[in-house]
């Protein structure tokens, strides 16, 4: 039998669904991404240019260019995730193909005033795949995750009407109507009334039952890309002083789902004559996000000497828009096998966000012209984010951008790349490093990055064919929903082959 709560109206939307710091983060963070040479020298361009993905980093490289260019890469993501959580392992992943970059530089020789030759180009560089899969299980007797909605619901004391009209943070309500929750007698104050999570309930439950074990399992599917497509304009002042500017569009497409089940098994063993006993509930979501936006860079290379150049460049924030549609659906059986399911909800948000700075300086050594090596030292404040409302709306983002503030710091990047010539062939090897963006006082877990990468190609006048390969492991701990103290451990592994065609005239 299956009764349906058909949700239509939602007054207030809860802001354990609304934007926080790690929305702002995600699009601030960027990959290792873009043509093969690029991702095999560990993205470190800063000082060397010359590179269709390097002027992303520095847009002053674009003057180092003395011929034309066009260039289209392919490749794939290997994704792999296990998770720990309760003391039991799962693994998952996924296979992706994707297109992480084309361009073109067009060079033009010119004698005037000490200008050799000036570049414009167009170049289009992924900037962060979203794709993951993972999977996670374990047992529990003491927590669920209707915990979270009972503690939301005895801080406020609702009124049961607000709940059965929606008047109130949609998560709560629906534990309610869902019958998950009950109100029951303050043990500690007989004039006032709680609410308990169901299964704990002792009038419900009846003399001699109790809960016995609460297995818990969650699904996480993402998708999606954050990209960048670069308008840029340069030149070469005698050979000495190369400078770019360039104005980028970035785009966002992000889509998560995660879907979360509680098995409630009970002591003595429920039979169907229970039917006040409710065995499963199971809650899925759905987060779209859409964005673009805008930002400004300007750069520089000056060749020291015929050998050493030093690099500098600056991007602004990133000023986007950012469009969001939240779904959720959720159902709780019961031992008789009656079910309640609560249709679809969507929430729309619509806001501004603003992504931290950057600034890279670079240095970069030519060795006898067959082999060179490039450091790239790159400074962000994850802090500088900022949520801010779209005209017409009237939502408050001061709290997200405390939040910001306070869990969120400074880090420093470091990149170092190096190739060798063999004519026709070249050998490539690289190393990055992200460092921690959390302050390590609110920092459950360490999340800097290390990405080791390798590659080669092929180089005739006008033709040549790169491969490169990174790979990058990480290990993130999370709770599952706030009211846990469980965290589960989630161990990443990704690796990208990326392949690179580029034509020069």
């Given amino acids: ?43 470190s361009f800063g000082a060397l240019g010359g590179e269709i993905s390097g002027i992303s980093v520095n847009p002053g490289g674009i003057g180092v260019y003395r011929n034309s260019e066009f260039t289209f890469t392919a490749g794939f993501n290997n994704y792999n995730a296990e998770t720990t959580f309760r003391g039991s392992n799962a693994v998952d992943g996924r296979f992706n193909m994707k297109l992480p970059n084309v361009g073109y530089v067009g060079n033009y020789k010119i004698n005037s005033n000490g200008w050799k030759s ?9 900037l962060n795949h979203f794709g993951s899969e993972q999977r996670a299980s374990g047992n529990s007797n003491n927590s669920t995750y209707i915990d979270q909605y009972v503690n939301v619901l005895n801080q406020n004391n609702p009124s049961i009407s607000s709940l059965e009209n929606f008047d109130y943070p949609f998560g709560s309500s629906q534990a309610w109507w869902l019958s998950m929750v009950d109100q029951v007698e303050d043990p500690n104050d007989r004039n006032s009334l709680i609410f308990i999570p169901r299964i704990y309930n002792t009038s419900v439950l009846g003399a001699g039952r109790s809960i016995e074990k609460i297995e818990q399992s969650r699904t996480l599917d993402t998708r999606g890309n954050q990209a960048e497509t670069q308008f840029v304009f340069g030149g070469n002042f005698m050979d000495k002083l190369y400078v770019g500017a360039s104005v980028s569009v970035q785009t966002v497409s992000f889509e998560r789902e995660v879907s979360f089940r509680e098995e409630y098994s009970y002591l003595p063993t429920v039979t169907a004559q229970d039917s006040n006993l409710v065995v499963n509930y199971q809650e899925d979501t759905r987060l779209l996000s859409e964005g673009r936006g805008v930002n400004l860079k300007v750069g520089g290379i000056y060749r020291a000497t015929e050998d050493l150049r030093v690099g500098l460049s600056f991007q602004t924030p990133t000023i986007m828009r950012m469009d969001e549609v939240f779904s959720i659906d959720a159902s709780s059986q019961f031992a008789d096998g009656f079910e309640v399911v609560a249709e ?45 409302d779209r005209q017409g709306f009237q939502n408050d983002y001061s709290f997200q951008n405390l939040e910001i503030q306070d869990i969120l710091t400074n880090a420093h990047h470091v990149r170092v790349g190096g190739e060798f010539k063999i004519n026709p062939f070249v050998l490539r090897a690289g190393y990055s490093y992200q460092g921690n963006p959390y302050d390590p006082e609110f920092s459950i877990s360490d999340e800097s990055r290390n990405t080791y990468s390798l590659g080669g190609g092929f180089r005739n006048k006008n033709f040549n064919f790169d491969v490169g390969v990174n790979w990058r492991q990480m290990t993130l701990n999370e709770r599952f929903y706030s009211s846990t103290d469980a965290m589960a451990a989630i161990e990443e592994t990704e690796t990208n082959v990326i392949f690179t065609f580029g034509w020069r005239w």
């Avoid at 710091?21 to 020298?41: E, K, N, P, W």
């Avoid at 000036?118 to 992924?126: A, C, D, P, T």
């Avoid at 603003?354 to 790159?378: F, M």
Wanted: zero cysteines.
């Fill in 344 to 388: 679809s909800v969507e929430s729309t948000f619509s806001y501004r966000l603003r992504t931290p700075a950057r600034v890279t300086a670079s240095l970069a050594y030519i060795i006898l012209q067959r082999a060179a090596i490039n450091v790239d030292y790159e400074y962000i404040d994850y802090s500088t984010a900022f949520f801010n």
């Fill in 1 to 43: 039998m299956k009764y349906i709560i058909a949700l239509l109206t939602l007054g207030l939307a809860s802001t354990s669904f609304a934007q926080n710091y790690s929305d702002a983060l995600q699009f601030s963070r960027t990959d290792i991404s873009g043509s093969a040479r690029f991702v095999a020298m560990g993205g």
């Fill in 118 to 126: 000036y570049s414009f180009g167009i170049l289009h560089n992924r």
